[in-house]
């Protein structure tokens, strides 16, 4: 599946504040994630990311 910066994905499991959308901003080795609902960012690697993301909800 392809990812673009600006997409909303859902994650498998939900973030502490209980949102599961996340926005991409950044793809390449690594993915940079925001949150929807709390707008915490972190940052995964592209592996641990591509298994994490369930669904594309909006595409950019």
Known sequence: MEYNIGDIVRTKKPHPCGSKLWEITRVGVDFKLKCQK???????????????????EKKA
């Open 38 to 56: 709390c707008k915490h960012v972190v940052v995964l690697d592209r592996q641990k990311a591509l298994k994490a993301i369930t669904k594309i």
